[in-house]
């Protein structure tokens, strides 16, 4: 964020702009500033005794001691002496309240934005900086109020009052004192400067040592199986050495800093006992103010040790609260129109492209000139290279980026609405993306279902798994709705929080479903594949094919043969007829097409689908026992859709393991370099190791495209969904294999019922061009 | 953390003993240069009480016979400026060396710690390692041994501090006996009320601390699910709950806040109030000609500058518990009782071995094998491919045959020889396991690949084109010399696989084995890849034995391997395995499906 703001400002402007933005820290600061005040006028109140004293004759018995005077002194003294301690008390109290009321005032409204800036959503690296916007950063603020800001306070205070109470004693000394002091405050920039780059260094030697640290366990297994034992912990120890030398270093500058005060203050003693004394011989001055003022000068001292580090953290304090501000102060790109803008027609929904650019901020272009229309009722799939704009799309669709150009709608017929000025409750009610990590929240499973729909009853929950034929799986779990899913659904596989973000987003409900699927790492990940097919009772390809004419597809691949939108950059969908031929031609690799007996379901799946809704879930039930049933009971530790026998909260031991093994190390460290400087000690820790754990769940993605889409091709119910539109994620390779769903919506089209036949064959508008790779990855089919 | 948190003022006199421990043995291993801080420490509480104590002779000898005298006392005015000034100046050194001596002691005692986790985690098994979290890992050879040490940071001024308070006594003994029955009340109570202060802190700090943390994970569950927020609008809900979990820090930190203000102007006022004190009974002393001036002055000020020092104690006793908990957590690695002894045999010849498994059995958990009863042969130079789906104990196979991790029953053998009879150079020397995590080092692409082993450069860009990796090598800005902590993220997976590979083909392995360690890599780079191995295989090179999945790898083997639930459910080359078996056919064509048709083009 610091590259969009202009240089850094002042120190004052932020923070007067932070105490702006948290109106409760300067809340009723005048009674705070006067209780202070008078809380700290109570330090000085024991050097005026003794000046009382001592010239009422306790430092000088000849003239006798004037005893009932000082007991006077001293009792309103001490009478003082509880004021102050009150009003010290006081102004603590409303200090903390004020400060700590208007430091979560400011981290609640940073946490909304962040929300609210599409950035959470373009640029995942940027989510370890954001979370320490509202969390390190915030809480250092508060640590550095709470402690040195308060010393600072405090000491001003106090050092405000003595120089007051000098001032009134004798003026001349208040010169002299404070003209000793004059260099060491001079010299405090100076100190504090090196303090802070001492302090940098170590922080950046803390991250290396950190990284060195991790290479024993990160990779334990590279550093046994090369029997490098001895290299690693030469490396370590010289890591650590290094950060050794530094805090050494830094605790160099810190000591002789804090002791320069104690020098200081005793050449502060000596300067006034001499020139105290001689202005008591020449002058006026009393025998108790010279006294007085060697006790006044402890007041300085104090605060002089301390200054160097306060003015550091403060340094730091004012640098997290100005990369707060700066967050607060970066537009929300995506606004939310209000209620009552422009309302989405009831019923099925399309969409509509139109002209449509975007562009990463001072990045490349990633989609130009984008004319699609996507009619209601429709399953379309985008598919395309990497970088091709595929989530792009689905971005722009629902809405978590607006285009730069052009405008996307959302509507059907002649009615349509811009998704820029509806409503953001609205269009999320109605718009829905499904992205394929299934990103579950620490809490039940009823809980993280609801998120869906907030509404929904334990019942209307249990009917949700029930739709998508999940009632095999649900039974298995141990405690039900009730399962606790652990950290980002831990506790539950892979395959398994793919299934409840599927329940959660068919609860949603939506007239418009996006499924992307997320950045898959690499290949197809076989390895979960042959279990899934012999599970699923897949249609029957061939005959699809037949039907269309289109020869068996020999060569194409999933690029030749992508919406545009990945090769011309141009997104069109293919007229009905060049999409059947597409689409067939495309028929993905992983599209099975040996269980011939499974082609019933196709049939069923057409016939069901003029049907009322409530009669379809039971057929969907029914069907499951039929088409798919035998697969499932055949087979009980696998009847759990796809899910490799995984149940509940009892990991399969290779998850445990691959907390260690899976993580991309070096990545893990690189981001490990941002986070630790701010997280100080233990607090690091669990962060880096949710880190890894995030980097363990990614590593497992690529399993899901094909339990994802195995279960959509496979359960009737997910068509119970008034969800029609399907926007295709990243790797071409695994989309190819992943996205059996589009040979069926040309099925659906081709032979399907009248309606669905005439929404397949509604004009598309497109641009210019045509599908060229389409039609030369099939030419037959056009005829 | 949440140990600590957890720590109220349950069985506080244990924790207390076991702290102190722990401090004996921290003092132990830094005698000399801990007795120097106390040294200084001691200097340091000597001098301040003599700070008073020239306060109080000054206002004797120089003050009072001046003002009496109405004519400036030089030479005793000259001594008591240069007693304030020494003073202060050994002061100061004290100061220093306490502050820089204990920091010292410090930051060796968590080097030293830091040294003997490591050098721990460098000998515990992998298997250890696997049932470990990183972050528990990572966090006890850092937070965790800051914690038990961070005790020693207070420790020396807090000891410092008892031997000024010792000579305050005296010399306010010294001074007035009646004054000093003064100090003798202050002092204790002063040091009572930092107790009771820490003790009822501590909790509260501990709660804050843990609310902090709780804080810091909503957000992070929130922005890592911001997708799922966004898409299912629920900015609102996430707001609430993030507010509610920040009010909860915010009122735990008010907590603390409003404990810190009852105790702090107390603490601060008790000093004040004996100074009160001691001008009262003074006045009394000083009528009846018991005690001087200067002495009362001298002891009043003593009050004032002995009252912060006081608070060092406090520290240190709010430090103990951190300590305990970071010491059995630190303990908890170093006392591990694993081993995993290495044999002392070489693996005599060269060129490839031959490896062989007789009755392998292998589970993580008891009653759950992985693998059961496996028996493989697998020639000198030839390839092996090792087919199954997930589950079925590849990968527990590759961390057997490379001896990661012991089998439970059974043996692999190498050339005949058990591999647990093997000593760790010579096995690391003829196997190389390709894993399928990379990891890479933050260090040179050339350190990368040799792990500081003898190999010439020349060698290095000889295995770097086998693994098709030269072009990308040689694109770096330094080559072989540039720092991928720096540049890492910027090699995509397949990079970062193909410097993996080049790692162990450096090693000229006899045996290689490939867990699924092409998965990143573009199908015609994987397949030239595994060509110039198989090729490098039959003109001498290693024994391969490779965790497949594409058909093109498989046919490239002489021998394939199909695990079905840990266990061998067929064995063949490729085509008589896809003859007789459907299991087989199904398994390798539905990886290959995507697969087949794109290498067709």
Known sequence: ?783 | MTALDNLGGTDTTDLTRRGFRVLGIGIGRQKALFSLSIAFSVLFGATTVADAWVLGWATDHVIRPSFADGDVATGALVTGTLLFISAALLRMIGVVGRRLVGGIVYYRLVAGDRRRVTRKYLQLPVSWHQSHPTGQLLSNANADVEAIWSVFMPLPMAIGVIAMLVVAVATMLAADLVLTLVGLVVFPLLFVLNVVYQRRQGPRMAQAQSLRGDVSSVAHESFDGALVVKSLGREDEETARFASASEELRDANIAVGRVRAVFEPVLEALPSIGVLLVVLLGIGRIESGATDPGDVVQIAYLFTIVAMPVRAIGWVLAELPRTVVGWDRVRGVLDDPTRFPYGSDDLPGSGPVGLRTEGLGFSYEPGEPVLADLDLDVRPGSVTAVVGSTGSGKSTLTSLVTRLVDADEGQVLLDGRPVAEIEHGALSAAVSLVPQATFLFDDTVRSNITLDADVDDETVWDVLRTVQAERFVAALPHGLDTQLGERGTSLSGGQRQRLSLARALVRSPRLLVLDDATSALDPDVEQRILRALAERSQSGGPTVLVVAYRKATIALADQVVHLADGRIADRGTHAELRERSAAYRDLVDAYDQAREEVDHE
């Open chain 1, 1 to 783: 964020m610091s590259d969009k703001t202009t240089p850094r400002e002042g120190s004052l402007r932020i923070i007067r702009r932070g105490l702006a933005l948290s109106p409760a820290i300067t809340e009723g600061w005048r009674r705070t500033v006067l209780l202070a005040l008078l809380g700290t006028a109570g330090s000085s109140l024991v050097p005026i005794v003794v000046q009382r004293s001592v010239d009422s004759g306790l430092g000088d018995t000849r003239g006798g001691v004037e005893g009932d005077r000082i007991v006077l002194v001293v009792v309103l003294a001490a009478l003082l002496l509880v004021v102050s301690g009150v009003a010290s008390w006081a102004a603590k109290v409303r200090i903390f309240t004020g400060t700590e009321r208007g430091l979560t005032q400011l981290r609640v409204r940073a946490f909304r934005h962040v929300h609210d800036l599409s950035m959470l959503t373009q640029n995942t690296q940027r989510r370890g900086s954001l979370v320490s916007r509202v969390t390190s950063d915030i809480d250092q603020i508060s640590l550095f109020l709470q402690s040195t800001g308060m010393i600072l306070v405090l000491s001003a205070g106090q050092m405000l009052v003595a120089t007051a109470v000098m001032a009134f004693l004798s003026w001349q000394l208040t010169l002299v004192v404070i003209a000793v002091f004059v260099p060491l405050a001079l010299s405090l920039k100076f100190f504090a400067e090196r303090m802070s780059v001492a302090y940098d260094r170590v922080r950046q030697t803390v991250a290396d040592l950190l990284t060195t640290i991790a290479e024993p366990v990160v990779g334990a297994s590279v550093v046994r199986s090369y029997a490098i034992e001895g290299r690693t912990q030469q490396r370590i120890d010289a890591a650590i050495q290094t950060n050794y030398r530094s805090n050494v270093k830094a605790q160099t500058i810190v000591s002789v800093t804090f002791a320069s005060a104690i020098l200081v203050g005793g050449v502060a003693n000596a300067a006034a006992l001499g020139v105290g004394v001689w202005l008591g011989v020449v002058g006026d001055l009393s025998m108790g103010t010279v006294i007085a003022f060697i006790f006044l000068i402890t007041l300085f001292v104090g605060p002089a040790q301390m200054a160097t580090q306060v003015i550091t953290e403060a340094q730091n304090a004012v640098a997290s609260w100005r990369r707060v501000i700066e967050l607060l102060e970066t537009p929300a790109d995506v606004v939310d129109p209000g209620p009552g803008s422009a309302a989405l027609p009831t019923g099925d929904l399309g969409a509509r492209f139109t002209h449509v650019r975007f562009a990463y901020p001072d990045g490349p272009t990633v989609l130009d000139d984008v004319d699609v229309t996507i009619a209601p009722r429709q399953r379309i799939a985008v598919v395309g290279e990497t970088g091709s704009g595929k989530t792009t799309f689905a971005k722009l669709l629902t809405r978590l980026m607006d285009p730069a150009e052009g405008t996307v709608a959302l509507g059907r017929d002649d009615q349509w609405a811009d998704v820029a000025q509806v409503s953001f409750a609205d269009l999320r009610r109605h718009v829905v993306m499904v992205p394929q990590e299934g990103f579950l929240f620490d809490s039940t499973l009823a809980e993280n279902l609801r998120y869906g729909r907030r509404s929904a009853t334990d019942d209307e929950l249990v009917a949700a798994i029930g739709d998508l034929g999940l009632v095999d799986w649900f039974e298995a779990l141990p405690r039900g709705l009730q399962t606790r899913v652990g950290q980002r659904g831990e506790s539950l596989s892979a395959g398994e929080r793919q299934l409840v973000a599927l329940v959660r987003s068919a609860l949603a409900d939506p007239a418009f479903l996006v499924l992307d699927e997320a950045r898959a790492r690499s290949t197809p990940r076989p390895s979960c594949g042959p279990r899934v097919r012999s599970r699923c009772c897949s249609t029957d390809a061939r005959a699809s094919r037949s039907r269309t004419g289109c020869p068996r597809p020999r060569t194409p691949t999933a690029s030749s043969c992508s919406t545009p939108v990945a090769s011309s950059r141009t997104a069109r969908t293919p007229s009905s007829s060049t999409r059947a031929a597409c689409t067939s031609a495309c028929t993905p690799a992983g599209w099975p097409r040996r269980r011939s007996g499974s082609g019933r379901r196709l049939g069923h799946w057409h016939r069901e689908q003029p049907e009322p809704r409530r009669r379809r879930a039971a057929q969907a039930g029914r069907q499951r026992s039929r088409g798919c049933g035998r697969a499932g009971r055949g087979h009980p530790r696998r009847a759990d859709g796809g899910l490799d026998g995984r149940r509940g909260a009892a990991p399969h031991p290779h998850d445990r393991r691959g907390h260690v093994l899976e993580p991309q190390p070096e990545r893990v460290l690189g981001q490990g370099r941002d986070v630790w400087p701010h997280a100080r000690g233990a607090r690091g820790a669990p962060r880096l190791r949710r880190r890894h754990r995030a980097r363990h769940d990614r590593s497992c993605g690529p399993d899901l495209p094909h339990r994802c889409q195995n279960l959509l091709r496979r359960r009737p119910a997910p068509l119970t969904w008034r969800a029609r539109v399907l926007a295709a994620g990243t790797a071409p390779r695994s989309s190819a294999s992943s996205w059996p769903v589009v040979p069926r919506s040309r099925s659906v089209g081709a032979r399907g019922s009248p309606r669905r036949s005439a929404t397949a064959r509604a004009p598309v508008r497109s641009s210019s061009r045509p599908a060229r790779t389409s039609r030369r990855s099939c030419p037959g089919s056009r005829s």
